[in-house]
């Protein structure tokens, strides 16, 4: 494979995909059919001259905020992309190649699930799910799919995902050739496909989807969140954007003067997670367990403001969280959780 050396200028290249891997589908993208969908999936290789590679020239990045804060989440998605760049076997086209046929598969995978490596926390899927359900009690059928790096290292997989979405790929066999050739070539590197970078999606879309990954779960532990309560605020976060799509018609005249309606979603996505989780009908945090919810959002942060995808700052998304907690909290007394529209409307008067 052939190894390239890349500036510290694609560390923040790894910083601002990671960001923009978290927005939920658009909500003008709604009405989009199935096929469709399923045709916008296919993945197209584009070649790269990688004697003439130039991040700067490739890729047009938005520019950081530097009055923004790095937080300990963001500083170690930069250190292990950094490892990641740093392997002897990288190689920037099978890297985004891998990223981009994994992203595509777990969007589209249907079958059995399960979440965390080692599925630690396929039983707080359920009842998360089964309180989550009952509380908001949205008309659409949700589901979760975990996304793992070791789905990466199965051959049959991986073959399954080139077949799928490689149109340079003509067959089956062609795909199972191609896989092997993949998994041969890195079996001796130490981060690929291991690295958090080839699994670190959180996402929605309008079918019902939710996507959680292995990586982000992992990342957030390291930074110090307890996996129960990323899992958690994870899945709770990235329910309330499936009330979003569900409310569209009803809610989208209340965005349309803000200058980045999308930002304003995702906060309002942290201010419902922490109503949710400190409510007590929803996952009754105490104080300590919540805290750490609003540690978690404000990790979460970026510092890519000009970005048509930034989700907010640290600063922006501890207010969120803390707010949606606090209105909870003077809910104790109240027996039913408020209907989706007044919680948005209480996130408005919020803001």
């Known amino acids: 494979m052939k190894a390239l050396k890349i500036s510290s200028g694609i560390l923040f290249l790894g910083l601002y995909l990671f960001q923009v891997s978290c927005s939920s589908e658009s909500i003008e993208t709604r009405t989009e059919s199935t096929n469709n969908a399923a045709i916008s999936a296919e993945l197209e290789i584009q070649e790269i001259d990688l004697s003439s590679f130039s991040l700067s020239k490739s890729i047009n990045l938005p520019a950081r905020n530097s009055s923004c804060e790095i937080t300990t989440f963001q500083s170690l998605l930069q250190m292990n992309f950094e490892k990641l760049i740093q392997d002897p076997y990288f190689d920037v086209e099978m890297v985004f190649y891998l990223r981009d046929l994994h992203s595509k598969y777990v969007t589209h995978y249907i079958g059995p699930n399960y979440y965390g490596r080692d599925?630690?926390?396929?039983?707080?899927?359920?009842?998360?799910?089964?309180?989550?359900?009952?509380?908001?009690?949205?008309?659409?059928?949700?589901?979760?799919?975990?996304?793992?790096?070791?789905?990466?290292?199965?051959?049959?997989?991986?073959?399954d995902m080139i077949e799928s979405f490689d149109r340079s790929v003509r067959n089956a066999t062609d795909a199972r050739i191609k896989a092997l050739q993949i998994i041969e070539a890195?079996?001796?590197?130490?981060?690929?496909?291991?690295?958090?970078?080839?699994?670190?999606?959180?996402?929605?879309?309008?079918?019902?989807?939710l996507v959680i990954s292995d990586g982000i779960l992992e990342v957030l532990?390291?930074?110090?969140?307890p996996g129960e309560i990323a899992f958690s605020g994870l899945l709770a976060h990235e329910w309330w954007h499936q009330a979003q799509f569900e409310y569209d018609l009803q809610w989208k005249n209340d965005y349309i003067n803000l200058e980045n309606p999308e930002l304003f979603r995702e906060l309002e996505a942290d201010f419902a997670a922490a109503y949710f989780l400190g409510h007590k009908r929803g996952a009754t945090y105490n104080w300590k367990r919540i805290e750490s919810f609003f540690d978690m959002s404000y990790n979460s942060g970026d510092c890519f403001t000009e970005s048509p995808g930034h989700h907010g700052t640290p600063a922006q998304r501890l207010k969120a969280a803390q707010s949606g907690f606090e209105l909870a909290f003077s809910e104790k007394k109240k027996g039913k959780p408020g209907k989706p529209s007044e919680i948005h409307k209480a996130f408005l008067e919020s803001m």
């Open 119 to 159: 599925g630690q926390y396929d039983r707080l899927a359920d009842k998360r799910i089964r309180e989550l359900q009952k509380f908001w009690q949205l008309d659409q059928q949700i589901y979760l799919n975990g996304q793992h790096t070791e789905t990466l290292e199965d051959p049959q997989q991986l073959a």
């Open 186 to 209: 890195y079996q001796n590197s130490s981060q690929i496909p291991k690295n958090t970078f080839f699994a670190l999606d959180a996402f929605t879309r309008s079918n019902g989807l």
């Open 221 to 225: 532990e390291e930074s110090g969140i």
